[in-house]
């Protein structure tokens, strides 16, 4: 069974330029969820998807959006790039909408933003 | 916002000798996963408990609950190298879908 896949794997931008990021999940998982990663604020919840709807979000500014197809891949976006967003974003897929079902993640894209 | 403390934030290590992370929260959770994740990789789930006071090993790695679902230890004994990595903890809060994340402890275990 193929696991999680994101593309791409690196990606480096402009200050002010938008990026898109892609997730494709476990065949057969409905629920993704997006995750940022960096080294002072650590692992940080973006937003779950679930059968194209958004479930339930984190705290980030509304530059930051994501949407989820009919077969279950999911993109977000990150529009007018700041310094800031240099981070490791991490998506996971899952059986089950939240809960204690396990969540499986990708290897991350790592942007750097310059 | 609920917050989740691990202690310490890095240990390194010789093989075999044991160690200890703890998860730490003024939060309850309803139940708690700890991952490990190496470099170049998502984290990966090793363990969810979801009963206070719950106690689960998986071969050398004890996972315990604590009794008011506020905090979490993990106890590795003989550590050996492949347990190199990051630890993180994640708190899920009754029915809602997202993690919170523990601030990560950093273990190296050398030869």
């Known amino acids: 069974k193929a696991g999680v896949t994101q593309t791409p794997r690196y990606l480096i931008k402009t200050r002010g330029q938008q990026v898109t990021l892609s997730c494709s999940p476990i065949?057969?998982?409905?629920?993704v969820s997006w995750y940022q990663q960096t080294p002072g604020q650590g692992l940080q919840f973006l937003f779950e998807?679930?059968?194209?709807?958004?479930?339930n979000k984190g705290n980030f500014p509304g530059r930051f959006s994501g949407r989820q197809f009919s077969n279950s891949r999911s993109e977000m976006n990150v529009s007018t790039l700041e310094l800031g967003d240099s981070a490791l974003y991490l998506c996971?897929?899952?059986?089950?909408?939240?809960?204690?079902?396990?969540?499986?993640f990708g290897p991350g894209t790592r942007l750097t933003v310059t | 916002t609920q917050l989740l403390e691990q202690s310490p934030q890095f240990l390194s290590i010789q093989e075999g000798e044991n160690l200890t992370v703890y998860c730490n929260s003024s939060?309850?959770?309803?139940?708690l996963q700890w991952y490990r994740q190496e470099p170049g990789e998502g984290p990966v789930l090793l363990v969810t408990?979801?009963?206070?006071?719950e106690v689960k090993k998986l071969k050398r790695l004890t996972f315990q609950f604590g009794d008011a679902r506020k905090d979490s230890s993990l106890h590795i004994t003989a550590a050996q190298p492949g347990d190199t990595g990051l630890y993180l903890c994640?708190?899920?809060?009754?029915?809602?879908?997202?993690?919170?994340f523990g601030t990560g402890t950093r273990l190296q275990v050398t030869l």
């Open positions: 065949s057969g998982h409905r629920s």
């Open positions: 939060s309850v959770f309803s139940s």
């Open positions: 996971a897929s899952s059986t089950t909408r939240g809960g204690i079902g396990e969540q499986y």
């Open positions: 998807y679930f059968s194209e709807t958004q479930r």
């Open positions: 994640a708190g899920i809060t009754g029915t809602a879908s997202k993690l919170t």
């Open positions: 408990v979801v009963t206070g006071g």
